[in-house]
Nanobody, 126 residues
Framework: QVHLVESGGGGVQAGGSLRLSCTAS????????MGWFRQAPGKERESVAT????????YYADSVKGRFTISRDNAKNTVYLQMNSLNPEDTAVYYCAASLRRLLTRLLRVSESGYWGQGTQVTVSS
């Protein structure tokens, strides 16, 4: 069982930055690939960024490439999402998710993520 807790959301003006954190309770955090997802009102949950178990590969949705950076610190059981150049279209509830290690070569999918955090709201005003 993995318990995930996100933090770092809030309100920011367009062009600003936020850093989200997700801390896991897992005893073997490096057994999991980690992902950040987001869900805007009336839209499906979408995968934003993924990082494999050892941080060796990362994947991004086209909409955030060059603006968002996912990273992890396995010693702290924490995954991060640095979000720069935010725009109103980035407004959503952001969730982190964990998936038992697999040979990922793409973004983690919702259906592949066995554990979810409670979500943190990010609101970008114009």
């Amino acid at each position: 069982q993995v318990h995930l807790v996100e933090s770092g959301g809030g309100g920011v003006q367009a062009g600003g930055s936020l850093r989200l954190s997700c801390t896991a309770s897992a005893r073997t955090f490096d057994s999991y690939d980690m992902g950040w997802f987001r869900q805007a009102p009336g839209k499906e949950r979408e995968s934003v960024a993924t990082i494999i178990w050892n941080g060796g590969r990362t994947y991004y949705a086209d909409s955030v490439k060059g603006r968002f950076t996912i990273s992890r610190d396995n010693a702290k059981n924490t995954v991060y999402l640095q979000m720069n150049s935010l725009n109103p279209e980035d407004t959503a509830v952001y969730y982190c998710a964990a998936s038992l290690r697999r040979l990922l070569t793409r973004l983690l999918r919702v259906s592949e993520s066995g554990y979810w955090g409670q979500g943190t709201q990010v609101t970008v005003s114009s």
